[in-house]
């Protein structure tokens, strides 16, 4: 029980995250099917954030600025796919690594 209660700082971070970080807001929905998508979606994002984190020791809100920056674009010509995309930084490639669960 003591140890539970010593873990309870992890649900309080959650929470605070969940309306910060992964920009949760009121829900408008009418329908119980609507409202029970949403907080699905809400706690799957949340289960996603806690597997960023521990995998790669940063915090979800540097994973999400340092990525947001790195594009890839498919271009057709012809019968040919050819594929753009910025270099990833050593550190970014490292960490997505990780998150994939390779090391």
Do not use: N
């Amino acid at each position: 029980m003591i140890g539970a209660y010593h873990q309870l700082w992890r649900i309080e971070k959650s929470f605070r995250m969940s309306k910060g970080d992964l920009a949760a807001r009121p829900i408008y929905h009418r329908t119980e099917d609507s409202i029970r998508a949403h907080l699905a979606i809400v706690m799957a994002a949340l289960a996603v954030t806690r597997v960023v984190e521990e995998r790669t020791g940063w915090s979800i809100k540097k994973f999400v600025t340092t990525t947001r920056r790195y594009r890839t674009i498919e271009i057709r010509v012809g019968d040919q796919i050819i594929t753009a995309a910025d270099p990833l930084p050593d550190d970014l490639a490292d960490v997505l690594s990780a998150i994939r669960g390779a090391h």
